[in-house]
């Protein structure tokens, strides 16, 4: 069942909007896992401007949702209700180096070209970002890392725009980092751009750091299938992955989704699967792992919008 189009009404009371503006736009192709509804109304700013002239126009109690490359996210089966909105390279791509040793990026630049650029510029410190898929901005909102860096580690400030269409600059402070996840979000900030620090290095140590980064990752995780990444977060005193095995998860079915055999703590859409089918499988593992180690594991992935 289709959302109501809101397209005309946003663009009665934007009259100025330049970006691009779609109702009823499926989502599940813009998403690793390939499943869900569709958004209301899906919408690809310009620039920062368009996207700060938007979000002040919009009505106050319209959601808005922004997506990056989708590599943390089910979204649901009956899609995301008001606005979502996904930043486009073109405008949101760039990436410059900045002088001490500093490097600046859109947040919809994947994260492997910065670290590719940081490469490139014998920075050092940003490799980690080598085999992260996912893009700047969901970087920020998740604190991302892997092979002991993450996005605290190297992040001076952010530029943003909030749900009134104010262009802020957090400092790194105001991000309020934790594991896998950004307080900054919760005061609705869309991010648009990233300052980040490196340190001088050798570019033959740094290709050699990404070149192990790449070869862990392909020997460990299933980075071919259509999989969210890690579905929990690690609890205090525990892995999540071992507690999955352990409660006899591993390889468990709902639907057309399955707990990796390669990794378990990722889920796979192994082909027909729809978001409810991972999303059920996701809970059905909570609770056999709740019930044989008592361990309460929380969503690392994001779930998005409605139940179809
Ligand atoms: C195979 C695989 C391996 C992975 N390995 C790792 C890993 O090693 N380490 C790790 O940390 N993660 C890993 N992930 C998870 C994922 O790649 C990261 O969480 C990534 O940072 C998500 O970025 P994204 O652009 O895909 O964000 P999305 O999945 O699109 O969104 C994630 C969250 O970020 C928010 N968001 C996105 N863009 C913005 C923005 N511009 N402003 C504000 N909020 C925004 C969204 O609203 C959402 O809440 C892996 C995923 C996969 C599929």
Known sequence: MPFADLSSDIRASAPDLRGRLLANQELSGLTWFRVGGPAQILFTPADED???????????????????????????????????????????????????????AGTAVPDVKVAR????????????????????????????????????????????????????????????????????STRDVIFTSALFQGRPGDQADIQAEMDRVTQAREAAQPIKERTGGSTFKNPDGGKAWKLIDAAGCRGLRVGGAQVSEMHCNFLINTGGATAADVEGLGEEVRRRVKENSGFDLQWEIKRLGVAG
């Open 50 to 104: 368009d996207l700060a002239y938007l979000l002040s126009k919009l009505p106050e109690d319209l959601p808005v949702t922004v997506i990056g490359l989708g590599s943390n996210l089910i979204v649901r089966d009956g899609g995301i209700p008001g606005v979502v909105i996904r930043l486009g390279g073109k405008a949101f791509g760039e990436i410059a180096l900045e002088s001490g040793d500093r490097l600046r």
């Open 117 to 184: 650029a940081a490469a490139d510029a014998s920075l050092d410190g940003l490799a980690f970002y080598r085999g992260i898929p996912g893009s700047i901005g969901g970087a920020l909102r998740m604190n991302a890392g892997a092979h002991g860096g993450e996005t605290t580690d190297v992040l001076v400030s952010v530029r943003g725009v909030t749900r009134k269409g104010e262009i802020v600059t957090l400092s790194h402070a105001e991000m309020g980092f934790t594991y896998r996840n950004s307080a900054a």
